[in-house]
Structures are given as C-alpha cells and as structure tokens.
C-alpha cells in the first residue's frame, strides 16, 4: 500500500533507443511485437497452404491476406531505410528483407509455377525475417555469412535443373525447322550464290564446265539443292529428329550437372571460357 500523499509514478513504456534505420529486433516497442508476431504468421500461413491440402476459399482468403501483411512489412521497411540515412546502401543490406516480401499470390502465379523451389525459398526468408525481429539482424547477419557457401552449394543443382527443364519445354514447343526454312528462304540469293560457286570450285563438279550451257546446269543444281532442303525441313520426321536431339542433349545436362567432370571443366579455364 503507497503512503498518504505520494504519487506513485505510472509504468513507463518502453523505450526505443536503437539507432534509426537500425532492424528491429530483439522485440522493444509495441510495434516490435506486432511485427514479430506478423512475421511468425507469415512463415506458418505460407507453410500450411504450401504443405498442406488446403480448400480453395481458406487459399484465397491466405492469399488477401499475405498481401497486407507484406504492404506492412513494406511501409515500415521504407519508414526504417528513410530514416537510417544510408541511402541505396539500406536495402542491399537487408536484401533478405526485400525478397521475403515477395506475396505468397505472385510466388504461387503461373508465370512462376515452373519454379517448385520458390514458395520453400520464400519460406526461408520469411523464417530469417522472424529471427529478425525476435533476436535482431545480428542472427540472420550470422547464418548468411557463415552457410551462404553451403546453402548456395546444396540449392545451386536443383535450381539449375528446375530452370533448364523450363528452358527445355519451351524449346520443344518451338517449330525451328519451320524458322530454319525461313532464314534459307530470306537469304535464298546469298545461299544460291554460294552453293554455285562451291560447285565451280569442287574437283569432280567443276568438270561441268566443259559441258554445254554449263551456267544453267549449276543453276539447276543449285535449285534442286535448295528445293529438297525445303521440301526436307517441311517432312514432320526431320522435325522429330530435332525434338529428339533437343530431348537427348538435355537428357545429358541433367545427368552431368553437378558430376566430377562437371565439376573439372568449371575448373579448367580454357573450356569453361574464363
């Protein structure tokens, strides 16, 4: 019980003294908790829609609700980078923080369905961004200075497999002997020209020359050459064949990424081009 006549002093609230611009964290301030608290939400409303069946109308709401919850982590990510007066330099150090705002709704589009690997990304920023705001950036300064090499190390295939397969299916869906027969067809004098002089120079078709109206025999030569190439490209077996060859070459690139000799040839600068 307080004595007669003196005032007891109301609680104080917590006081920030960080220096401006600084990453919130460990948790100060009212606005701290509520950032921490939203930072946790995010990591487990992206786990449960990712990892679990989940109907279409609690996906949807999810999703709305993703996209506020990343507006605010943006406003006071631009509140924190005008305020440290660090300038362009702000968000590269915290680019973590940029990516985690990616919304579940973009990373979940079909411009990215090919790319399996992105909501489990996008997980683990959000995660560094919870350990963030409940133990300071000091934690996920740490884990990206001391397991970049082995986090890029153990993501590097899989990423590259994902990114050319998607390279691959769209190569497939192409008709090049369509676009082959194309280019012959715009630079159809250049090549008439070329094929007419190979003749003239070849040891056994030069011989043609002794023989009457030699210049329109090369000439029919020529067309024939051009007409059965054309004709050729036209045949749905030879664009088969192409499929085929497109389908073998990436049969090979996904099995030697990531082999020894993968791995040798990054080294050796002469063939790696370096």
Same mark, same amino acid.
């Given at each position: 019980?307080?004595?007669?006549?003196?005032?007891?002093?109301?609680?104080?609230?917590?006081?920030d003294d960080r220096e401006p611009g600084t990453a919130a964290g460990p948790p100060?301030?009212?606005?701290?908790?509520?950032?921490?608290?939203l930072a946790v939400v995010s990591v487990a409303a992206v786990v449960w829609v990712s990892f679990w069946d989940v109907s279409q109308v609690w996906y949807d709401r999810v999703v709305v609700a993703d996209y506020i919850v990343c507006g605010i982590f943006a406003i006071e990510f631009l509140v924190r980078w005008l305020r440290s007066g660090l300038?362009?330099?702000?968000?590269?150090?915290?680019?973590?923080?940029?990516?985690?705002?990616?919304?579940?709704?973009l990373a979940a589009s079909p411009a990215f369905r090919g790319f399996?690997?992105?909501?489990?990304?996008?997980?683990?920023?959000?995660?560094?961004?919870?350990?963030?705001?409940?133990?300071?950036? @000091?934690? *996920? =300064?740490?884990?990206?200075?001391?397991?970049? +090499?082995?986090?890029?190390? /153990?993501?590097?295939?899989?990423?590259?497999?994902?990114?050319?397969?998607?390279?691959?299916?769209?190569?497939?869906?192409?008709?090049?002997?369509?676009?082959?027969?194309?280019?012959i067809e715009e630079n159809r004098a250049e090549i008439d020209t070329l094929i007419i002089d190979l003749i003239r120079q070849d040891q056994a078709t030069g011989k043609l020359r002794y023989l009457p109206f030699h210049d329109d025999v090369v000439r029919l030569v020529a067309d024939t050459v051009l007409r059965l190439v054309d004709e050729g490209l036209a045949d749905p077996r030879v664009h088969e064949i192409i499929s085929?060859?497109? @389908?073998? *070459? =990436?049969?090979?690139?996904?099995?030697?990424? +990531?082999?020894?000799?993968? /791995?040798a040839v990054k080294l050796d600068q002469e063939r790696f081009g370096k």
């Open positions: 019980m307080s004595s007669p006549g003196i005032a007891t002093a109301p609680p104080q609230p917590a006081h100060v301030t009212h606005v701290d908790w509520l950032m921490l608290a300038g362009w330099m702000f968000p590269l150090l915290y680019w973590y923080e940029l990516l985690g705002m990616i919304p579940l709704g399996r690997l992105l909501r489990i990304v996008l997980i683990l920023l959000r995660l560094m961004r919870a350990a963030d705001r409940a133990f300071g950036d @000091r934690v *996920s =300064a740490y884990v990206v200075g001391r397991f970049s +090499g082995a986090i890029v190390n /153990a993501i590097r295939k899989p990423i590259t497999v994902a990114v050319l397969d998607e390279v691959i299916a769209v190569i497939q869906t192409g008709n090049y002997t369509r676009h082959i027969s194309s280019a085929d060859a497109i @389908r073998e *070459s =990436a049969k090979e690139l996904r099995e030697n990424i +990531g082999t020894d000799q993968h /791995a």
